[in-house]
């Protein structure tokens, strides 16, 4: 039994495997019907598959390069609506508008809120005001 997962290839290979040990489980009634060498393979197969998947690098993030960009990566961290939003920041919903269509500058006490409120750098806040 190998150690450890070199290409794309093996791991589909293992996860082929994993496959049919799942299938035979399931039509069996559970793990429990499977002989303890075939539990002891698909616990083995399992962990070589989990320890590659975790070495797959993630898709970088564009990183905002906006103050309206950060809002809004913000707002959909938080699954929070413009509404929402600017209830939180306690303004209205017509300022916090006026901002994210670029109609209206951020003033410092708006800044202050989206850094307490948000959590966005206040050195980043700065650069883009």
Same mark, same amino acid.
């Given at each position: 039994?190998? /150690? ?6 093996? /791991? ?8 049919? /040990? ?24 399992? =962990? ?24 809004? =990566?913000?707002? /959909? ?18 300022? =916090? ?16 809120? =989206? ?15």
């Amino acid at each position: 039994m190998k /150690y450890k997962i070199n290409s794309e290839e093996e /791991y589909r290979q293992v996860m082929d495997k994993v496959e049919t /040990y799942l299938q035979k489980a399931t039509r069996g009634g559970g793990f429990q019907s499977l002989p303890s060498e075939e539990q002891n393979a698909l616990q083995r197969l399992s =962990l070589l598959a989990e320890a590659w998947e975790d070495n797959i690098p993630l898709m970088p993030i564009r990183q905002p390069q906006t103050l309206i960009e950060m809002i809004q =990566l913000k707002m /959909y961290e938080q699954k929070l609506k413009q509404k929402d939003l600017a209830a939180l920041l306690g303004i209205s919903a017509t300022r =916090l508008s006026e901002v994210m269509q670029g109609k209206r500058k951020v003033n410092m006490d708006l800044a202050k809120r =989206l850094h307490s409120v948000l959590k966005i750098d206040a050195g980043f806040i700065l650069e883009q005001a």
